[in-house]
């Protein structure tokens, strides 16, 4: 049945006033209020923080009429945009738009092409050619362009497991035509190590340290695995460390070039222990770095902590690595050493969140260079002390032979616990004040091998070193732990297993034992008799001045709110971590290992600002090779 003309007018009639009854309720345009928290999600979300297009990139669709055909078909939504950004329709806008949805389509479809393309749309966003529009600095699209490029990279030159990227020269296919890359192979060769493996730190969490510290720049965050081109022989870089690098992919002229099918880039790859700058369209930008997650890298290796039992029962476990003494970096003349040294039942790895904090700040970084010595801590104290004393003179000796660089003569050496008591073996005259604290005879008188009488010589008559100039001590037990007087510490000492040597110069002493003092089997209690308090050579020791001219510091760990008198930290009494005669004392609340303490490193950074003070007015910044400008910069600003 056809309704009839009226009944049309009728219905339409009734359409508007039901329109005009409900307009006071709802309009088609209006505002609602949210909380500020849900505001921001909505205004900043995009393909990194949403998994979807920000709203500026839906705007740019909506413009072009685009967005269902993203929807839809997002290659082609992609081909048809990058048409307009490349005909002169388009500018700055649409080519930010085109990186966000290159990324999110590349994710969802795991194409590499998508990701380059990102790359190459963010990089030519945020460096145009001159004459084109560069973007705001207060512009939140060059944040999420520089999230992208950087991303880009890393996920296009992805190794087939994505564990690594691979840089190499070649022709690479991005969503709109083929990229010819080429990767300067200068970045790869450090020193006289050569870049072997570089895993992307851009997407990891990091757990275990404290802060984590991430440089905003430009390019794509990587951890550098490095072999020796040549083989190395004392203090060298630590053989599982890692160094911070960043790729940046570089094209000239990039929004000219995205009109063509075969585009040119480079790629450049910087150390940013080395450079914190490249220059890109003849403008100084900073590198993007994550430095933590690099260090984070590097102490996940299960090797660093397995050795710290490992390295206390078996006195020869340290024997069987490469080097006792290594750096986080290579030899760099002019920056100050500092001597990090852990405690007992330890590792280099309980100094990270220190060394995290402190290569931080750029008044450290550029002035001092960072060594860790490592050591089997069940040893005797003395007879480590004396392999601490040897690896540093034979690294002076090996990276200075001429006696051109008088940074090499401003060392610091920062101790823990049993590190404490070796590195004042370090600073001390002994005289023969120890020999005869044990012994009744001369050691010239003493029958035993010429090779057991050159190890008590080197272990026990003591001169300091002339290029540590100052020391830090860190609940250090000066006078021994209560610890070691317990039974159960007495029946760990049956386990330590001793070097050789060792073993021997005791068999050869306890076959004198007349003319001792003390038993000469407690030599067989290695580190834990060395830190008894009623060891005869620890008091002797503890009795004994810092040598003139160095300056030393305690920082003494007390746990709880108690009196600091009588308390101790669990392992260590204040009375014998005090320490007289030093520059300064610094009790932190803490428990023994306090390393990690937030009080503990500003304490150590207070220091070594101290020490840098101090050595530039006796050796002029200005002449010393290897300090930037940037580094003589931040002492004056310390």
Known sequence: MKRSPARHISLALLWMIWLLLTAGCQTPVGVERVDAVTAQRQLTA??????????????????????????????????????????????????????????????????????????????????????????????????LAADLYSLGIIHDFASADEATVEFKSGNYQAAFGWVQVAVNPAGFEWHNRRVVALTPVEEVAVRGLANRYRH?????????????????????????????????????????????????????????????TTTITGKAVPLEADETAVLAYVLASPQIWERELKAFFSGVFSE?????????????????????????????????????????DPRIRDRYQFWFFTYDTGNPVLYSASLLREALADAVR???????????????????SQGGLLTKAIVVDTGDRVWEAIAYKPIDEVRVSPEGRDLLRRAVFIKPLPYVRRVVFIATPHRGSYLTEYPVTEFLGRFLTLPLRIVRTGAELARNAGDFKVNPNNLGSGSLFGMTPSNPVLQTMAATPIAPGVHAHSIIAVAGNGPVEGSDDGVVEYSSSHFDGVDSEYIVRSTHSTQSNPYTIEEVRRILLLHAADVCRRIPCGQQPGLSSAGKQALTLR
Do not use: C
């Open 46 to 143: 995009n393909a990194l923080t949403a998994d979807e297009l920000s709203p500026s990139a839906r705007n740019v669709l909506r413009r072009w009429v685009l967005l269902e055909r993203y929807d839809d078909d997002p290659a082609g939504a992609i081909a048809a945009l990058h048409t307009i950004a490349t005909d002169g329709r388009g500018d700055e806008d649409e080519v930010i738009t085109l990186a966000e949805m290159s990324y999110l389509y590349a994710e969802k479809s795991r194409q590499r092409p998508y990701y380059l393309a990102a790359a190459i749309y963010s990089f030519a966003f945020l460096f145009p050619e001159k004459g084109l529009k560069p973007p705001s600095p207060y512009d939140p699209r060059l944040r």
């Open 216 to 276: 905003p720049g430009i390019g794509a965050p990587l951890a550098a695995a490095t072999q020796p081109v040549v083989a190395e022989s004392g203090m060298q870089v630590a053989p599982r460390m890692k160094l911070p690098m960043t790729a940046v992919l570089r094209l000239d002229m990039p929004r000219r070039q995205l009109a063509q099918q075969q585009l040119h880039a480079t790629l450049d790859l910087y150390n940013t222990h080395d450079v914190d």
């Open 320 to 360: 069987s690595t490469p080097t006792q003494l290594a750096s986080i970096d290579a030899y760099r003349p002019g920056r100050i050493p500092v001597v990090f040294v852990h405690g007992t039942a330890s590792s280099a790895g309980r100094w990270g969140d220190m060394v995290n904090d402190l290569l931080d």
């Open 398 to 416: 090996k990276l200075d032979p001429a006696g051109t660089d008088p940074a090499l003569s401003e060392m610091v050496v920062i101790g823990h």
